[in-house]
């Protein structure tokens, strides 16, 4: 028999969203070890003229939002660009002509399918949300470089904005009512449990045990200001881990991809030791970009 899970021990969910499909995955603690291990992946296979016809739905909400002057310099347009032009080349040529279109620029393909799919699917979460919680963030959502390889610490506030919306998106999804702030980025109640998230997008492989340990510094006042009722959840993106934004890996089918990068996404076990010790009361999270499979 599969015992319940432990919210009080660290716990791994892995997400991860790639432009022609959605990958979710799940983890659940083995019932013997008390370690993660991997559960059933969910897929969704997305077209991109669904990509195109979300990132459009997700610019018109924009521009209700009165941030049309953001959404005119920002990188979004540049990706619209090229998702069209791949969406005309796969209409009027076929898949020959979508690959050549592709490889023109297969970083920048990667990225504006990838990050258009991000940002229209959590035009929903916004639309629901309310002006008034989101447009300022939104704002600068809409704002940064074109492509990730170009970012700094002083630039990469965009895409880290993104990300929280992102997670409070699938929180969205999966029925649950997030709330965003800056601390923490993320809330929300799961059968009266509250859960405070922070989310982490680090530059560099070398910066992620420190976003962990600044996440981990972050939570300890907010859970004991209820009096400890709460729990601490680390949400980390592992893109720039996996890819700076500058390559276009490709894999020998999907068994291949999917092991493949969760064995990249994994971190060191003396790690995962740390992180619970230093905040008994956090579980964690990994998320990832995947690449293109051969």
């Given at each position: 028999m599969r015992r319940a899970l432990d919210p009080t021990r660290p716990l791994r969910v892995r997400w991860a969203t790639a432009p022609l499909r959605r990958d979710a995955y799940t983890f659940e603690q083995d019932p013997e070890t008390e370690t993660p291990t991997a559960g059933q992946i969910a897929m969704d296979r997305v077209t991109w003229d669904a990509v195109l016809a979300r990132l459009d739905d997700a610019l018109a909400l924009c521009h209700r939002f009165g941030l049309g002057k953001e959404v005119a310099a920002s990188r979004f347009i540049e990706y619209r660009r090229v998702v069209t032009g791949l969406v005309t080349a796969l209409h009027d040529g076929g898949q020959d002509a979508a690959r050549e279109e592709f490889h023109r620029d297969s970083a920048l393909s990667m990225i504006a399918l990838t990050e258009a799919a991000e940002f229209g699917d959590v035009g929903d979460f916004i639309s629901q949300y309310g002006e008034h919680g989101v447009r300022r963030t939104l704002g600068r959502v809409l704002d940064g470089h074109v492509l990730p390889a170009d970012e700094d610490p002083n630039s990469n506030d965009p895409r880290n904005r993104l990300f929280e919306f992102v997670i409070a998106s699938k929180l969205w999804r999966a029925g649950l009512q997030p709330r965003l702030g800056d601390r923490p980025d993320v809330s929300c109640e799961v059968r009266g449990k509250t859960f405070f998230i922070e989310c982490k997008r680090p530059l560099t492989a070398r910066g992620v045990k420190g976003r962990i340990t600044d996440a981990a510094a972050m939570l300890p006042?907010?859970?004991?200001?209820?009096?400890?009722?709460?729990?601490?959840?680390?949400?980390?993106?592992?893109?720039?881990?996996?890819?700076?934004?500058?390559?276009?890996?490709?894999?020998?089918?999907?068994?291949?991809?999917?092991?493949?990068?969760?064995r990249a996404l994994r971190p060191p076990r003396r790690s995962r030791a740390q992180i619970g010790n230093g905040c008994p009361a956090t579980s964690w999270g990994c998320c990832g970009t995947p690449s293109r499979r051969s």
């Open positions: 006042d907010r859970i004991d200001a209820t009096g400890g009722q709460a729990l601490g959840v680390i949400a980390l993106s592992l893109t720039r881990r996996l890819n700076l934004g500058d390559k276009l890996r490709v894999y020998r089918g999907e068994a291949d991809g999917k092991e493949k990068r969760s």
